[in-house]
């Protein structure tokens, strides 16, 4: 049963959701094309990432909790991860968005956006030997100033907010994943490649890799979602 571990985990992050995707209050369902689209885009990036991380021992995993299946030496629930977590997440944001009026003004996103910008550049750069805190942090920064200020995403006040919400359920999954709970972890990092602080079991470089992961899947996903009406 061990070995179901991390395909359990990414079934119960996604059921929920999906299940009331089809709800005739929601009909998320409508939008599967445009969240799929998003996502596989998204996906090909991270896996990527993740699977240069993984060859150069950045993190590995615990074949304890695995089935055994492994794409580009991820795996295969690794892979699964990049469609559930942000299904669940873009399921979130969608439903909270369409009930309810998150937005920020502009002044005060500008400035959230410009400070998180500035912190992620100074923790890069004072991490820059720490190649999972390093490239995180840059990465996102690169990220956020292309969404607001090229792109004119002027959903990321929103977003981050939704983002924070769905926080308690981020440290669940990750917690496990990361160990809690567990005789050992699933997902094992290199205690010399981050800065070692840790939410939980949960490595701080989680947070923000997720929350780069999440942006770029609602960019992809309202500009699709956003093709499929005209």
């Not at 049963?1 to 005739?24: A, D, P, V």
């Not at 500035?118 to 969404?147: C, E, G, N, R």
């Not at 800065?195 to 309202?222: A, H, K, S």
Request: contains cysteine; charged residues 10%.
């Amino acid at each position: 049963m061990h070995h179901y571990t991390y395909l359990l985990i990414n079934f119960f992050t996604i059921i929920i959701c999906f299940i009331f995707s089809f709800h005739h209050k929601i009909k998320f369902n409508r939008h599967f094309g445009a969240f799929f689209s998003a996502s596989f885009l998204v996906a090909l990036v991270f896996i990527a990432w993740d699977a240069w991380f993984t060859k150069i021992g950045v993190w590995w995993f615990n074949d304890h909790y695995l089935l055994g299946i492994r794409i580009l030496n991820l795996p295969i629930e690794e892979i699964l991860f990049f469609i559930c977590i942000p299904f669940s997440c873009v399921f979130t944001y969608f439903c909270l968005d369409q009930f309810f009026n998150l937005n920020w003004k502009p002044l005060p996103e500008k400035i959230f956006v410009i400070i998180s910008i500035i912190l992620a550049l100074i923790i890069a750069a004072y991490f820059h030997d720490k190649i999972y805190t390093f490239i995180t942090f840059l990465s996102t920064a690169v990220s956020m100033f292309v969404l607001y200020f090229i792109l004119k995403a002027r959903w990321i006040g929103k977003a981050s907010f939704i983002y924070l919400v769905l926080m308690p359920g981020f440290l669940g999954v990750n917690g496990i994943l990361t160990g809690t709970g567990l005789e050992s972890p699933i997902v094992n990092y290199n205690p010399q490649n981050f800065m070692g602080i840790r939410m939980l079991t949960i490595p701080l470089e989680d947070t923000v890799y997720g929350y780069e992961m999440i942006l770029w899947n609602l960019f992809l996903f309202q500009k699709f979602k956003k093709n499929e009406q005209n």
